[in-house]
């Protein structure tokens, strides 16, 4: 795309004497202009096709032109025909607390799975321990486990044979997901039988000791091994 530009200084040859064969127009002259001229035109762009291969110019294009770019930037309309930077963060804690700037993908994704607890279910096969009055004890069922975050929930059978009957029993069962205990009333839950005048009930706690679930229960008036049900919450410590 080329400019005009102007070869034969017309207006000079006014000051020129008469005789003087400078002062004479010459038909190569105009053939010079003209031919400057056309190719000018021809390189210009036409305006009646501007519309349809340019952006027109609006407020709003010149509101984010008038914007300074610089990194970790994003342009924002702040009102009709007006624009502003906000910052783009990467800040997996959102610790900022912005309420304009924008976070990475990658920090909502960090943040989201820090706030989710952990949540996991199964089946597992507890140890079982005779502790207190118990001539054997022991769990051939699988027990199911659920966790969410740091809370477990199990459950369970037994099968328990009291040394002695209407006696303080004790038997503990290890955890589907370990626990450091520092108190019993971390884990609480309930220990039954289907016939509890005969076999006896009674509660499970944390056992600090052994990291387990302690089966607490007052054996019934039969000596012969029961199934026993167990029920209980604990939290991982």
Same mark, same amino acid.
């Given at each position: 795309?080329?400019?005009?530009?102007?070869?034969? +200084?017309?207006? /000079?040859?006014?000051?020129?004497?008469?005789? +003087?064969?400078?002062?004479?127009?010459? $038909?190569?002259?105009?053939?010079?202009?003209?031919?400057?001229?056309?190719?000018?035109?021809? @390189?210009? /762009?036409?305006?009646?096709?501007?519309? %349809?291969?340019?952006?027109?110019?609006?407020?709003?294009?010149?509101?984010?032109?008038?914007?300074?770019?610089?990194?970790?930037?994003?342009?924002?309309?702040? $009102?009709?025909?007006?624009?502003?930077?906000?910052?783009?963060?990467?800040?997996?804690?959102?610790?900022?607390?912005?309420?304009?700037?924008?976070?990475?993908?990658?920090?909502?994704?960090?943040?989201?799975?820090?706030?989710?607890?952990?949540?996991?279910?199964?089946?597992?096969?507890?140890?079982?321990?005779?502790? @207190?009055?118990?001539?054997?004890?022991?769990?051939?069922?699988?027990?199911?486990?659920?966790?969410?975050?740091?809370?477990?929930?199990?459950?369970?059978?037994?099968?328990?044979?009291?040394?002695?009957?209407?006696?303080?029993?004790?038997?503990?069962?290890?955890?589907?997901?370990?626990?450091?205990? %520092?108190?019993?009333?971390?884990?609480?839950?309930?220990?039954?039988?289907?016939?509890?005048?005969?076999?006896?009930?009674?509660?499970?706690? /944390?056992?600090?000791?052994?990291?387990?679930?302690?089966?607490?229960?007052?054996?019934?008036?039969?000596? %012969? %091994? $029961?199934?026993?049900?167990?029920?209980?919450?604990?939290?991982?410590?």
């Amino acid at each position: 795309m080329s400019n005009y530009t102007q070869t034969t +200084d017309f207006s /000079a040859k006014d000051s020129l004497p008469t005789s +003087d064969p400078n002062k004479i127009i010459k $038909g190569s002259d105009f053939d010079t202009e003209f031919a400057a001229i056309s190719t000018a035109v021809a @390189t210009k /762009a036409d305006s009646s096709t501007l519309t %349809s291969g340019y952006q027109p110019l609006d407020a709003d294009l010149t509101a984010l032109a008038g914007l300074t770019s610089a990194a970790n930037k994003v342009p924002m309309f702040s $009102g009709s025909g007006t624009a502003t930077l906000i910052d783009f963060l990467d800040e997996d804690a959102m610790t900022s607390n912005s309420a304009t700037a924008v976070p990475s993908q990658q920090s909502v994704k960090a943040y989201v799975d820090a706030a989710t607890p952990t949540y996991t279910s199964g089946t597992y096969s507890p140890t079982v321990s005779a502790v @207190t009055n118990l001539d054997a004890a022991s769990s051939p069922y699988a027990w199911t486990y659920i966790r969410l975050g740091n809370v477990v929930h199990v459950a369970g059978s037994l099968l328990l044979d009291p040394t002695s009957a209407t006696t303080a029993s004790v038997a503990t069962v290890t955890l589907p997901v370990a626990s450091n205990f %520092s108190s019993q009333y971390q884990a609480n839950g309930t220990v039954s039988s289907a016939n509890v005048s005969t076999l006896g009930s009674g509660r499970v706690s /944390a056992n600090t000791t052994d990291d387990a679930l302690s089966i607490s229960f007052l054996s019934g008036s039969a000596t %012969s %091994s $029961g199934a026993y049900s167990v029920v209980a919450t604990y939290i991982i410590a």
